[in-house]
């Protein structure tokens, strides 16, 4: 299960937020197996940047999956848009993560058939 921290930094966190939050995050949480703790930490915001007309609003998660860390970060005109936008990314990269690790596991499954293929070959 994913545990969230939410801070909000210039701006309320209202209880839409909250659950917009939640709702989003429900596609990270299908990706974690249940057995493995998971912390989200996640900072939304209003910024506002020197080169931009108005507010800029950041959405930045730090997701923290067992011993593995997970980074992703947006700014755009809209809150909404880029707790999207983080989403996309965090998602993106949670599942690079496990594509990566069950391309290493069967590399090895491989090699342990191959061994075991020399030690007792076919007639």
């Not at 801070?7 to 299908?30: C, G, Q, W």
């Not at 990269?93 to 293929?117: A, D, F, P």
Request: glycine share 4%.
């Amino acid at each position: 299960m994913l545990k969230q921290n939410i801070k909000a930094t210039n701006l309320e966190l209202t209880p839409s937020i909250t659950e917009y939050l939640d709702k989003r995050l429900s596609a990270v949480d299908k990706l974690i197996d249940d057995e493995i703790e998971a912390l989200a930490r996640i900072d939304v915001g209003r910024t506002t940047h020197h080169h931009h007309k108005g507010d800029v609003f950041r959405a930045e998660i730090n997701l923290r999956v067992g011993d593995k860390n997970f980074h992703a970060v947006s700014e755009t005109t809209d809150l909404y848009a880029a707790i999207d936008e983080m989403r996309d990314e965090i998602v993106q990269e949670v599942n690079r993560s496990k594509k990566k690790t069950m391309t290493l596991l069967k590399k090895g499954h491989q090699k342990i058939k191959n061994m075991i293929r020399r030690i007792y070959p076919r007639s």
